[in-house]
T-cell receptor, first 115, second 109 residues
């Protein structure tokens, strides 16, 4: 049973469209994250939620809107997609966030290509 | 702003050789440091987590050291195998994870 699962794994869409990536964790963790890995392979945090509450919001365009209906789910909705949004998006979770020192577990990634 | 650097960017060794991967970070006020492995087209797998109060962690053939004061961590992989071929990422936690660009390792059979 996959600990952190995200769907879809691959997504090809046209500029201007709106798309969502879903993430679920079955580890009972309180904290969930979205990371973006660009073409140069750098991973950067986008958002972090703790118990459905937003605690980290890096300088991400407001076209990106995370939604956490419960602490096991953190979905990422992207409006008006641009070419530069093409990347791999990783969902992750940890028991507690921030200074807790807990291991972070990652999903398999969602490959988004905007054409 | 935390900056994490990994050297070398790529490494190719014959099977059986020991691997040494380096990670340096600019702000030593961290809670912990985590080493991950990433296979092509896959997510990240956590290898070792070192708390800021620890000097090293070991798991099987893997050993990671942490020198917080100098902003350095080293991942040692003993007796490398072709299955160790992957990209290894270092991430420091100073409330949020900051990643290095990774070291891509190829172990030749």
């Amino acid at each position: 049973d996959t600990a952190v699962s995200q769907t879809p794994k691959y997504l090809v869409t046209q500029m201007g469209n709106d798309k969502s990536i879903k993430c679920e964790q079955n580890l009972g963790h309180d904290t969930m994250y979205w990371y973006k890995q660009d073409s140069k392979k750098f991973l950067k945090i986008m958002f972090s939620y703790n118990n459905k509450e937003l605690i980290i919001n890096e300088t991400v365009p407001n076209r990106f809107s995370p939604k956490s209906p419960d602490k096991a789910h953190l979905n990422l909705h992207i409006n008006s997609l641009e070419l530069g949004d093409s990347a791999v998006y990783f969902c992750a979770s940890s028991l507690k966030g921030g200074s807790s020192g807990n291991t972070i577990y990652f999903g398999e990634g969602s490959w988004l290509t905007v054409v | 702003k935390q900056e994490v650097t990994q050297i070398p960017a790529a490494l190719s060794v014959p099977e059986g050789e020991n691997l040494v991967l380096n990670c340096s970070f600019t702000d030593s006020a961290i809670y912990n440091l985590q080493w991950f492995r990433q296979d092509p087209g896959k997510g990240l797998t956590s290898l070792l987590l070192i708390q800021s109060s620890q000097r090293e962690q070991t798991s099987g053939r893997l050993n990671a050291s942490l020198d917080k004061s100098s902003g350095r961590s080293t991942l040692y992989i003993a007796a490398s195998q072709p299955g160790d071929s992957a990209t290894y990422l270092c991430a420091v936690n100073d409330y949020k994870l900051s990643f290095g660009a990774g070291t891509t390792v190829t172990v030749r059979a």
